[in-house]
């Protein structure tokens, strides 16, 4: 395991629920993004947090709502999710953004999500 | 906007054996990173290997290395002495230099090659 965890593992939830994916870091960095990875697609970016503001929201859905309330921690709050949302949620951290030295983003094991 | 490509979907490889799997990009950037990520069936990701643009030698650590060729845009990974625990599936991604402005923390990635090694 990387000094990136992510709670919980596996999700099902129905499309009028309301969840949340964690993630934590314990690398002590400063940047912490989402993505969603997709079966035969790129991994997408969702979000880009850099010292606890949010610096990109590609294009996301506000169904998807996320949260920093420190460089350690990330949230993902999700509602009125849609079946084509199912996915793997993989959260990343990095030292900086992109202004470091090391550039190398350590991903944590990814939620695997469903939803009815 | 930068556009990586993995053309094999698939691959398999005979243990101890070397395979090589493809990457191509488009960009207009004339500095950039390069990078291969690994992901096992457990799902956690991992830097394989790094390349900077500007560095014409090829990146290696260990038995994985790069055959890196800017002018056609290409960025090859060679995985020597295959291993059982090298079965995952590999990303290429790309990235804007520090020093490029604008998103430059962005990683694009292809869509990935899923490797199996055989015993």
């Not at chain 1, 593992?9 to 990875?37: D, I």
């Not at chain 2, 079965?87 to 199996?116: I, Q, V």
């Amino acid at each position: 395991e990387t000094g990136v965890t992510q709670t919980p593992r596996h999700l099902v939830m129905g499309m009028t629920n309301k969840k949340s994916l964690k993630c934590e870091q314990h690398l002590g960095h400063n940047a912490m993004y989402w993505y969603k990875q997709s079966a035969k697609k790129p991994l997408e970016l969702m979000f880009v947090y850099s010292l606890e503001e949010r610096v990109e929201n590609n294009s996301v859905p506000s169904r998807f709502s996320p949260e920093c309330p420190n460089s350690s921690h990330l949230f993902l709050h999700l509602h009125t999710l849609q079946p084509e949302d199912s996915a793997l949620y993989l959260c990343a951290s990095s030292q900086e953004l992109g202004l470091a030295v090391r550039l190398e983003q350590f991903f944590g094991p990814g939620t695997r999500l469903t939803v009815l | 906007a930068q556009t990586v490509t993995q053309s094999q979907p698939e691959m398999s490889v005979q243990e101890a054996e070397t395979v090589t799997l493809s990457c191509t990009y488009d960009t207009s950037e004339s500095n950039y990173y390069l990078f291969w990520y690994k992901q096992p069936p457990s799902r956690q990701m991992i830097l394989v290997i790094r390349q900077e643009a500007y560095k014409q030698q090829n990146a290696t650590e260990n038995r994985f290395s790069v055959n890196f060729q800017k002018a056609a845009k290409s960025f090859s990974l060679k995985i020597s002495d295959s291993q059982l625990g090298d079965t995952a599936m590999y990303f290429c991604a790309f990235m804007k230099h520090r020093n490029s402005g604008g998103s430059n923390y962005k990683l694009t990635f292809g869509k990935g090659t899923l490797l199996t090694v055989n015993p």
